[in-house]
Antibody, heavy 118, light 109 residues
Framework: QVQLQESGPGLVKPSQTLSLTCTVSGGSISSGSYYWSWIRQPAGKGLEWIGRIYTSGSTNYNPSLKSRVTISVDTSKNQFSLKLSSVTAADTAVYYC??????????WGQGTLVTVSS | EIVMTQSPATLSVSPGERATLSCRASQSVSSNLAWYQQKPGQAPRLLIYGASTRATGIPARFSGSGSGTEFTLTISSLQSEDFAVYYCQQYNNWPPSWTFGQGTKVEIK
């Protein structure tokens, strides 16, 4: 069974780049046909889909974040990553990594809180 | 972008009663619709995919229906562990930007 674990700084300064990593265990990130995704949730609010990277390496992003987001894969470490540039307080949220073969997310990480503050 | 609208925002239900949650898409998503349950401090849990198929281990009291733009999640007899927030999510392949509804909180009446 696939397990996901987010890691990265819990505090990022405004205007800087938020960087998170999701480590995959219980399976190879480069095998099968999976979408590896990032989803976030501000405190007390709903879920926002950030983007996805397919096993082939192709990416798709939320149009509202597209200019600031990069999702990449490191197959040697069985990890995928999120970079979000020029952050503001509005980017403060719990960030989840998740995976799916079609679109419904059956595996999620536990989430990691990232606060944007000086 | 496809906008998902859930109603009501909050649903007050007594244990043992039926709960009916709605989700509407701004354009057709066919049956590419999932429902999730989220409890405080936890990641969402997949309940329903393909609009009507229960995920592994999900009790039969949860059922989904609908296609196109109108979807429903029904909990036939609410148990104490079912009080939570429920989200719908579309994963239609085009445009390739998946979106969630804003959630429905099911609370104890």
């Amino acid at each position: 069974q696939v397990q996901l674990q987010e890691s990265g700084p819990g505090l990022v300064k405004p205007s800087q780049t938020l960087s998170l990593t999701c480590t995959v265990s219980g399976g190879s990130i480069s095998s099968g046909s999976y979408y590896w995704s990032w989803i976030r949730q501000p405190a007390g609010k709903g879920l926002e889909w950030i983007g996805r990277i397919y096993t082939s390496g192709s990416t798709n992003y939320n149009p509202s974040l597209k200019s600031r987001v990069t999702i990449s894969v490191d197959t040697s470490k069985n990890q995928f990553s999120l970079k979000l540039s020029s952050v503001t307080a509005a980017d403060t949220a719990v960030y989840y990594c998740a995976t799916t073969t079609y679109g419904d997310y059956d595996y999620w990480g536990q989430g990691t809180l990232v606060t944007v503050s000086s | 972008e496809i906008v998902m609208t859930q109603s009501p925002a909050t649903l007050s239900v007594s244990p043992g009663e039926r709960a009916t949650l709605s989700c509407r898409a701004s354009q057709s998503v066919s049956s590419n619709l999932a429902w999730y349950q989220q409890k405080p401090g936890q990641a969402p849990r997949l309940l329903i995919y393909g609009a009507s198929t229960r995920a592994t281990g999900i009790p039969a009291r949860f059922s989904g229906s609908g296609s196109g733009t109108e979807f429903t999640l029904t909990i036939s007899s609410l148990q104490s562990e079912d009080f939570a927030v429920y989200y719908c999510q579309q994963y239609n392949n085009w445009p390739p930007s998946w979106t969630f509804g804003q959630g429905t909180k099911v609370e104890i009446k």
